[in-house]
């Protein structure tokens, strides 16, 4: 079982930067893969980034390439998302989530342990 814990979410203009981390435990984090998700009102839950194991190798989404960046520091066992140039269309509930697969899915349904969310407003 493991245990994920958003924060650093809130409220900020066009243009901002805030950074999410997301502490973990139960388990060796190094152990899984690690990921971002976001769920804007009226829409489905979408990939944002992921970061393997060692954190050697990240995958984001197109629309945040360039503005987020996805680390983890598994000494911490914590992971971290740094979003900068925010936009208005940026603005959702944030998710950390975990699994043990291989790498690669951006598919919700291949994760397996989710957080309980973090809001991002970004306001224009």
């Known amino acids: 079982q493991v245990q994920l814990v958003e924060s650093g979410g809130g409220l900020v203009q066009t243009g901002g930067s805030l950074r999410l981390s997301c502490a973990a435990s139960?388990?060796?984090?190094?152990?899984?893969?690690m990921a971002w998700f976001r769920q804007a009102p009226g829409k489905e839950r979408e990939f944002v980034a992921a970061?393997?194991?060692?954190?050697?190798?990240?995958s984001s989404a197109e629309s945040v390439k360039g503005r987020f960046t996805i680390s983890r520091d598994n000494a911490k066992n914590t992971m971290y998302l740094q979003m900068n140039s925010l936009k208005p269309d940026d603005t959702a509930v944030y998710y950390c989530?975990?699994?043990?697969?291989?790498?690669?899915?951006?598919?919700?349904?291949?994760?397996?342990?989710w957080g309980q969310g973090t809001q991002v407003t970004v306001s224009s």
């Open positions: 989530t975990a699994r043990f697969g291989g790498w690669g899915t951006t598919r919700v349904d291949e994760y397996v342990y």
């Open positions: 139960g388990r060796i984090f190094s152990t899984y893969i």
């Open positions: 970061i393997s194991r060692s954190g050697g190798t990240t």
